[in-house]
Nanobody
Framework: QVQLVESGGGSVQAGGSLRLSCAHS??????MAWFRQAPGKEREGVAV???????NYADSVLARFTISQDNAKNNLYLQMNNLKPEDTAMYYC????????????????????WGQGTQVTVSS
């Protein structure tokens, strides 16, 4: 059974940093990604790491956020620096796999497995 469990969210002041983690049991994937959704807004893809380790970011977080994974590829991370109030949202990790149709698309992939989310709140 595939599981994704996010952690590391919290409340910080603008300019601060947080590191999100996603422990997962996805053994093979096309891509892993971080998404976020703020109240009243559409879910958006924040960063993606593909199975060839290439990465891509939303313009709004470029040069501030870094997506990475551990060597065993069981943990996905999102290092968030210079946080802004507009980064406030629920953050989700997600997996795009070959055997399950995705429920949300971003970065050219459809993502079918999702974690429960971790809240990030940035105050000005």
């Amino acid at each position: 059974q595939v599981q994704l469990v996010e952690s590391g969210g919290g409340s910080v002041q603008a300019g601060g940093s947080l590191r999100l983690s996603c422990a997962h049991s996805v053994w093979t994937y096309k891509a892993m990604a971080w998404f976020r959704q703020a109240p009243g807004k559409e879910r958006e893809g924040v960063a993606v790491i593909k199975n060839d380790s290439n990465v891509n970011y939303a313009d709004s977080v470029l040069a501030r956020f870094t997506i990475s994974q551990d060597n065993a590829k069981n943990n996905l991370y999102l290092q968030m620096n210079n946080l802004k109030p507009e980064d406030t949202a629920m953050y989700y990790c997600a997996a795009a796999v070959t055997w399950r149709h995705g429920t949300w698309q971003a970065f050219g992939y459809d993502f079918g497995y999702w974690g429960q989310g971790t809240q990030v709140t940035v105050s000005s």
